[in-house]
């Protein structure tokens, strides 16, 4: 077999709105929505950079249905770049761009290939003794296991089975076209490039069996570095090396906050820990999930001075890194237990659980949050981003606020 080198990608998700992110800075937040965009050039320049000889993307390109034509264009221009380079594109839809949501077309330049979505599809290279297999999806849902009608592998050929799937479940993503690793390695390829799951994962070494992530993270369930992984395939063994692309990062880090602590130790934790993530980042601008967790003697006023703890490990933030960003400050922080005779004859945790057993007060705080959601960036698709842990995790806030204001 002759060497030779390919680029598998997956879950571009052009054209997904940002969602769940309040960032007060306009240009910070003009970057993160564009980084999605500039993630595929990104993938683009590399391919031509590094020589490859063709390109991989294992479904959803597209995030859902174009509202016009300048997504499609945008693909258009730059997967052109790669005709232009003569390194051909083999790609298939996913659930997010199933031939019945993404109804428009424009059309591809040459060497950009599409699988079929009615049945699996077959594409030689015969200058490289390459056989690529796949099949899109023809609708969003995709129940059956596609992987088991694939085709037997090529004699003498290096065999690459390209699918949108789950596998047997990967949460929390919704399970499509569901198979095993045993089921792939039926066919008797010799990589499968998967795309669906959003986060980077070896499923399999025989057969090399890859989840490269998405391409740009897009939102705080999306943490770490993404990208694509460069294949590299030499008397028909295959390694692979991860690419990182993303030009925008999320992340989450808990801090742990001991008794003893002052305020500027914990300013100083915070910017200790971020240290590594800023490092890491290399000039890309991060939003931060930041947790304070541990038990502290002035926890309840710290929960009640949230926006005055978020303007000051925002500055610990920035003096780490110039574009590390607050995407959400969480104060779990509880007090010490107080011996009994310490206790307060007013019961504030007793009196809040007895409205939290108030069905008719649920409701009208549901309602609110609701309300509250619609006004939010990214409007009530934001809502769980914005208020993950719900009605709960309110009633702990509010029940923290009391007793600091009864402290006092």
């Known amino acids: 077999m002759t060497s030779f080198?390919?680029?598998?990608?997956?879950?571009?998700?052009?054209g997904s709105p940002l969602s769940g992110l309040a960032l007060k800075d306009r240009q910070i937040?003009?970057?993160?929505?564009?980084?999605?965009?500039?993630?595929?050039?990104?993938?683009?320049?590399?391919?031509?950079?590094?020589?490859?000889?063709?390109?991989?993307i294992a479904g959803d390109v597209y995030d859902g249905a174009w509202r016009d034509n300048s997504i499609g264009l945008f693909f258009n221009r730059e997967i052109a770049r790669l005709s232009r380079a003569a390194i051909p594109v083999y790609f298939l839809r996913g659930n997010h761009d199933a031939e019945s949501i993404v109804t428009r077309t424009i059309a591809m330049p040459a060497g950009v290939n599409e699988f079929s979505t009615r049945k699996p599809e077959t594409y030689i290279i015969e200058s490289l003794k390459v056989a690529l297999h796949g099949q899109g999806f023809a609708e969003r849902v995709a129940s059956d296991n596609l992987a088991l009608s694939y085709p037997p592998a090529v004699p003498g050929h290096f065999n690459i089975g390209v699918l949108h799937t789950s596998l047997s479940g990967r949460p929390p993503h919704a399970?499509?076209?569901?198979?095993?690793?045993a089921d792939l390695a039926s066919r008797g390829y010799d990589y499968w490039a998967l795309g669906h799951v959003h986060a980077f994962e070896e499923v399999s070494r025989e057969p090399l069996t890859i989840y490269p992530g998405n391409l740009q993270g897009r939102n705080i369930r999306e943490t770490g570095a993404k990208g694509a992984v460069l294949v590299t395939v030499e008397d028909g063994v295959a390694r692979y090396e991860r690419l990182t692309l993303d030009r925008a990062r999320f992340e989450m880090v808990e801090v742990m906050v001991t008794p003893d602590m002052r305020e500027s130790d914990i300013l100083q934790a915070v910017e200790r820990v971020l240290g590594g993530i800023a490092e890491e980042a290399d000039e890309r601008p991060v939003a931060l999930r930041l947790r304070l967790a541990g038990v502290h003697e002035d926890a309840n006023r710290m929960i009640a001075a949230h926006a005055e703890w978020h303007d000051d490990l925002q500055a610990a933030c920035q003096r780490v890194h110039a574009d590390l960003w607050l995407e959400k400050l969480v104060i779990a922080l509880v007090p010490p237990e107080k011996p009994k005779a310490e206790e307060s004859d007013l019961d504030i945790t007793a009196m809040i659980d007895a409205i939290a057993g108030n069905d008719a007060i649920a409701v009208e705080i549901e309602g609110l949050i609701e309300e509250i959601a619609v006004k939010l960036p990214g409007g009530i698709a934001a809502r769980d981003l914005a208020f993950p842990d719900g009605y709960d995790a309110l009633l702990a806030e509010a029940r923290a606020i009391l007793a600091a204001r009864l402290e006092n």
Do not use: S
């Open 5 to 14: 080198r390919f680029i598998h990608a997956a879950d571009l998700h052009l």
């Open 29 to 56: 937040a003009e970057r993160f929505a564009a980084a999605g965009r500039d993630a595929f050039t990104a993938l683009i320049d590399v391919a031509i950079a590094r020589g490859v000889d063709f390109m991989v």
């Open 175 to 181: 399970v499509y076209a569901p198979c095993t690793p």
